[in-house]
Nanobody, 124 residues
Framework: QVQLVESGGGSVQAGGSMKLSCAAS????????MGWFRRAAGKDREFVAS????????RYADSVKDRFTISRDNAKKTAYLQMSSLQPEDTALYFC?????????????????WGRGTQVTVSP
């Protein structure tokens, strides 16, 4: 089994920055991909970003492109989401996800493992 634990959430004013971390443990092996999703109040979970094992394949949702950056440290089994120019509409519960099959997807249904989420609140 694989465990994912997010950290780094909190409250920030609009225009500010925040960095989330996701630590993986357990039977996480191979060239797994990692991703970030979020769920705003009253809305479905949506794709934010994903990153392949070799760090050369990134995908971003249009809503966060040029503002968020996903990265990873394979030695630490940790993924990061650097968020800048945050806006109130970025307020959500942010989830980390991992998949051992190595093919990225923006579909919530595809990913094998999930963290419990960390709350990000952006005030006007």
């Amino acid at each position: 089994q694989v465990q994912l634990v997010e950290s780094g959430g909190g409250s920030v004013q609009a225009g500010g920055s925040m960095k989330l971390s996701c630590a993986a443990s357990g039977r996480i092996i191979g060239r797994y991909i990692m991703g970030w999703f979020r769920r705003a109040a009253g809305k479905d979970r949506e794709f934010v970003a994903s990153l392949t094992w070799s760090n050369n394949g990134t995908r971003y949702a249009d809503s966060v492109k040029d503002r968020f950056t996903i990265s990873r440290d394979n030695a630490k089994k940790t993924a990061y989401l650097q968020m800048s120019s945050l806006q109130p509409e970025d307020t959500a519960l942010y989830f980390c996800a991992a998949d051992l099959r190595g093919i990225p997807s923006s579909s919530v249904l595809y990913w094998q493992f999930w963290g419990r989420g960390t709350q990000v609140t952006v005030s006007p």
